[in-house]
């Protein structure tokens, strides 16, 4: 019987298919809410008054109900899937194991979100304005991050099943199928960069409580860490984009780097007259992306030209995808500028009255380009390779 019960549950969770706009309104809601946290950044930094009603509260917490009604959706979206297959009262008992894991990923980062809105509201009230990285800063922060890689596999998911519904077919994903990919690339970037951010950016000295992490060990784990998860992200991105031919999405690495950066300088550089200027430059940004893309495109084509495809050409392709995702990672510090700068500055500690930018020029002949930017290639380059372990381990699995 318990076997029986064991495969009724599979049997139920594979065939539940949650609608692809639950998971990118999902994705859309987290990328608000990193958003209004960066906005929060700013926001404290020009002297705003710190109180739970702000404008950048407002947007996060807009992200947190824009996510969690998405899910609840999810939820009865599933809920009348499972009634229908099981028509009788036994389908309310295996409803919680039968939902896809998705879609548990991104129910239990909203509810961490959903505790992290009384959980700040009662700090501010009973501890007054806080730093970055302060208890309800970091449940809500674990949430966005959860809920964000629920909607990610959910999407990857929904565009998989329908490369798998169309193998002997031409036609490919939808363009809002490849549009939500793109989203959820993007925003799971954002929120684990700025996690990482959380934890080694000098911000997080609030009123009553000093959370700020030691300077050189905060600027060597973001030295290392947001390289791995640009080089990891991207390299999956690119092996799931040019890998099929029904998955295909043209410069998908540009794409992904371009909706981060849509995201980045609406809410740190144009919204900040401090920055506003840096914008044109900010856009270079793109380049790195383009080129990356371009020599991808360049080896599939010659993929495709060679009559016979062996483990040699497949291999080939993975070297690139590793190269594409090295040349963007390299470039995070002016990526994600200001906040990689600010790491830099709780080590260095620059005087106030020098700009983030002038400080960023200075840092940039004796320290970045000879210290921080092999560093970066190494391990973006090793979170590649660990992505494409992961991809072979996942493939022996099946």
């Known amino acids: 019987m318990k076997t029986s019960g064991s495969r009724s549950t599979g049997k139920y969770s594979s065939t539940i298919r949650i609608s692809p706009i639950i998971y990118l309104m999902t994705s859309i809601g987290v990328s608000l809410q990193i958003s209004g946290s960066n906005w929060d950044i700013v926001w404290h930094g020009v002297g705003n008054v710190e109180t739970f009603f702000t404008p950048p509260h407002s947007v996060i917490y807009s992200g947190v109900a824009l996510a969690i009604g998405s899910v609840i959706g999810g939820i009865i979206q599933a809920a009348f899937t499972i009634r229908q297959q099981k028509k009788d009262v036994t389908w309310f008992v295996l409803f919680p194991s039968s939902l896809p894991l998705s879609l548990k990923l991104a129910t239990?980062?909203?509810?961490?979100?959903?505790?992290?809105?009384?959980?700040?509201?009662?700090?501010?009230?009973?501890?007054?304005?806080?730093g970055l990285l302060?208890?309800?800063?970091?449940?809500?922060?674990?949430?966005?991050?959860?809920?964000?890689?629920?909607?990610?596999i959910g999407i990857y998911s929904h565009c998989?099943?329908?490369?798998?519904?169309?193998?002997?077919n031409t036609s490919s994903p939808s363009l809002f199928s490849k549009l939500s990919l793109l989203?959820?690339?993007?925003?799971?970037?954002?929120?684990?960069?700025?996690?990482?951010?959380?934890?080694?950016?000098?911000?997080?000295?609030?009123?009553?409580?000093?959370?700020?992490?030691?300077?050189?060990?905060?600027l060597v784990a973001a030295s290392v860490s947001i390289p791995f998860i640009l080089g990891n992200c991207l390299f999956v991105a690119a092996r799931i984009s040019y890998l099929s031919t029904n998955n295909r999405i043209p410069f998908i690495l540009t794409s992904i780097i371009a909706v981060i950066m849509t995201i980045q300088s609406t809410t740190t550089i144009t919204s900040n007259s401090y920055f506003a200027w840096l914008f044109p430059f900010y856009l270079l940004n793109i380049i790195p992306a383009m080129v990356a893309d371009i020599l991808i495109f360049r080896s599939s084509k010659k993929k495709k030209a060679s009559s016979k495809i062996d483990n040699t050409i497949d291999n080939r392709a993975k070297k690139w995808y590793l190269i594409a995702s090295v040349i963007i990672s390299v470039f995070y510090i002016t990526l994600f500028f200001p906040w990689t700068i600010d790491v830099f500055g709780g080590y260095f500690e620059p005087p106030n009255t020098l700009r983030?930018?002038?400080?960023?020029?200075?840092?940039?002949?004796?320290?970045?380009?000879?210290?921080?930017?092999?560093?970066?290639?190494?391990?973006?380059?090793?979170?590649?390779?660990?992505?494409?372990?992961?991809?072979?381990?996942?493939?022996?699995?099946?």
Not at 135 to 143: D, E, F, Q, T
């Open 356 to 398: 983030t930018e002038q400080f960023f020029v200075q840092l940039l002949i004796p320290i970045i380009l000879p210290f921080v930017v092999p560093v970066s290639i190494v391990s973006s380059l090793l979170g590649g390779l660990v992505a494409q372990l992961l991809i072979n381990s996942r493939k022996s699995i099946v």
């Open 108 to 130: 239990i980062g909203c509810i961490l979100q959903l505790t992290a809105g009384p959980f700040d509201f009662l700090w501010h009230t009973q501890f007054g304005f806080d």
């Open 183 to 218: 989203v959820g690339f993007a925003v799971f970037l954002m929120v684990a960069v700025g996690m990482i951010l959380m934890f080694t950016l000098p911000f997080s000295k609030g009123q009553y409580f000093d959370f700020n992490p030691y300077p050189l060990a905060a």
């Open 160 to 168: 998989s099943n329908h490369s798998s519904r169309k193998i002997n």
């Open 134 to 152: 302060s208890p309800p800063h970091s449940v809500l922060a674990v949430g966005m991050l959860t809920t964000a890689l629920g909607a990610l």
